[in-house]
């Protein structure tokens, strides 16, 4: 039986922000106040990401330059991992490196072959301010490590050379949404 509301189900989805989008290519600001603003943030945020359908989510998508992400995502024994982080660092990134299919909610739609170390481990804070640790391999570790970057200002083709990211920003200029705007 859950005693707490599932995250997110209170929370208003909000409008992502897609590649090509300033906000994205700047590292973001360390959270200052742990106030309820925070707190209905990172409920946005859990809303925003589940109605994407996605497994992380970093504030910048959403136009908030914190560094604050979410996730609710597997690793490679299908373990689910669910929650936040405020202020996080990468603190461990290492093991095996793995290039695998990585997508973004701001590239909707677009995936590529991405190294990615099958470790890593995550330290900041949740949202009332208490120091949190988060390890994770596989899929998870990719998410940790894809959500830190969003917070540094870099986005997942930042990480590709060559064919590979021609190929993505050229299938990323011919997207339905590159062409909205």
Known sequence: MRNRPI?????????????GDPLLHRPCENVTDFG?????LIEDMFATM????????????????????VYDCPDDDDVRHLGH????ELVEADGLTVRG??????????EAGTERFDHA????????????????????????????????GTV???RLTGLRRSRLLRAARR???ARQG
């Not at 982080?85 to 996080?88: K, S």
């Open 156 to 158: 997942y083709p930042d």
């Open 175 to 177: 997207a339905p949404w």
């Open 121 to 152: 481990v995550v330290e900041g804070l949740t949202m009332t301010g208490d120091p949190v640790r988060i390890a994770g391999t596989g899929w998870f570790a990719r998410c940790l490590q894809h959500e830190c970057d969003h917070l540094e």
């Open 7 to 19: 995250p997110g189900s209170s929370g208003l989805v909000r409008e992502m922000s897609l590649l």
């Open 50 to 69: 589940y109605a994407a359908q996605g497994v992380g989510l970093a504030a910048n998508q959403i136009g908030v330059p914190l560094k604050v992400f």
């Open 36 to 40: 309820p603003s925070l707190a209905k």
């Open 101 to 110: 299919p990585e997508g973004c909610l701001s590239l909707p739609g677009l």
């Open 85 to 88: 982080v405020v202020n996080p």
